[in-house]
């Protein structure tokens, strides 16, 4: 086969893949590739560098997963992820920064998510204090 036809084909398996067979894009990727290797002739040399590519993005960026999975059970352990989605919902239901250009909106709305707000603890979800109720 051609190198065209095979990327057309691999391209419209890959839109198959997620669109009607709602497989995750990651996994509809790597069988693809195989895919692509198994039609190009060189099955095991495109296994093989899927592995070595997959290895070197872990081992580069294993350290930054590692950090933001702990920060986000962190978060989540102290309950500050309802504060968090609420301030997030909260922001991007006004209109206030559709009236600025691009880069002013985005400082106007990190200036609003960073205000400092009391997170609510259990016995005040218990009490029903707060929006918690």
């Given amino acids: 086969m051609t190198p065209i036809l095979i990327f057309f084909l691999a ?12 497989i995750h894009p990651f996994l509809s990727l790597i069988t693809v590739s195989i895919f692509v290797g198994i039609l ?16 070197r993005v872990i081992y580069h960026l294993g350290l930054i997963i590692v950090c ?16 968090i989605a609420d301030d997030i919902i909260r ?31 259990e016995r005040s979800r218990k009490a029903g204090e707060g929006k918690y109720k």
């Fill in 91 to 121: 922001i991007s239901n006004t209109r206030s920064y559709a009236r600025y250009p691009n880069h002013i909106s985005r400082l106007l709305v990190c200036r609003k998510v960073l205000q400092v707000r009391e997170i609510p603890n």
């Fill in 68 to 83: 933001g999975s702990i920060i986000g059970m962190t978060l989540d352990g102290i309950g500050a992820t309802p504060v």
């Fill in 40 to 55: 190009a002739g060189e099955p095991f040399e495109a296994l093989e560098s899927i592995l070595t590519g997959m290895g």
């Fill in 11 to 22: 391209l419209v398996l890959i839109l198959v893949l997620t669109t009607w067979f709602k």
